[in-house]
């Protein structure tokens, strides 16, 4: 089969199979999802699309968790999130398409790399009402380097019960999601040569989300988490090489 603008058959497999196992991953592990999205879509799409797609790949997961835990969404939450997360987007989107794909490949594979190795870091602000600043700071750098990871830091401080983290999460993240392929597209970012990429990727990211949940406890987290682990870091080296040597 053919694909608009010279997408290949090779490309469009390996979105959909890393769609599915990110949505496995989520689903078995609670996490790696959009990591692993990252990692998967360096390596088959041009540098400069490989956040903007990264959006519109994950948006099926967050609205689908949205919708099934809707009425565990702290609103106020959510709500202030997303007021942070639209200026955000209108600040970073331009940014992002007037960089150049070596400066992208860096930064991408820097915060692959950090996100992958740092320690974990509870961060907690000390202001009463962080909810619009969580929602810049976070949509800022997402819509930046695909990655954003502040609202997952704060969020486990809030007291919110486990359905509840999961469905404001979901939540927030799927707002975030409309506001970034809005301000991508707006700016010029052109999605028709991967609609179908991404629609298929959806289908598969439910039926991942499906066989994580049937596998959950019978998979070594150990083992997962060493493969994951190798995986980006190898992902990340190469956009490295790419961003050094071809500049």
């Known amino acids: 089969m053919d694909w608009p603008d010279g997408l ?18 989520n689903a078995a592990f609670a996490n790696g999802g ?48 997303l007021v942070g997360s639209v200026i955000a987007v209108i600040i970073a989107a331009p940014i992002y398409v ?42 800022f750098i997402s819509t930046l380097f695909a990655y954003g990871a502040v609202l997952h830091a704060v969020i486990l401080h809030t007291g919110l019960r486990r359905r509840q983290i999961v469905a404001t999460m979901a939540a927030s993240l799927t707002g975030m999601a409309v506001f970034k392929i809005s301000g991508y597209a707006a700016n010029g970012f052109d999605y028709t040569p991967y609609i179908v990429a991404i ?12 066989i994580g949940k049937l596998v959950i ?17 190898l992902s990340a080296l190469r956009l490295l090489y790419a961003g050094i040597f071809n500049s």
């Open 98 to 139: 007037s960089l150049s794909d070596e400066i992208i490949a860096l930064a991408i594979a820097i915060v692959m790399l950090v996100a992958i190795w740092l320690p974990g870091i509870s961060w907690r602000p000390k202001i009463k009402h962080p909810w619009v600043l969580v929602g810049f700071l976070h949509s």
């Open 34 to 81: 959009a990591m692993i999205v990252l990692a998967v879509t360096t390596t088959v799409l041009p540098v400069s699309a490989v956040v903007p797609i990264h959006s519109a790949l994950l948006i099926g997961s967050t609205v689908s968790r949205a919708v099934v835990f809707r009425d565990h969404i702290d609103w106020r939450i959510t709500t202030a999130f």
């Open 8 to 25: 290949s058959n090779h490309a469009v497999y390996v979105i959909v199979l890393g769609s599915f196992i990110a949505a496995f991953s």
């Open 217 to 233: 406890d019978r998979i070594s987290e150990r083992l997962f988490r060493a493969v994951f682990r190798l995986l980006v870091t």
């Open 199 to 210: 629609a298929l990727s959806i289908g598969a990211a439910f039926a991942g989300t499906w």
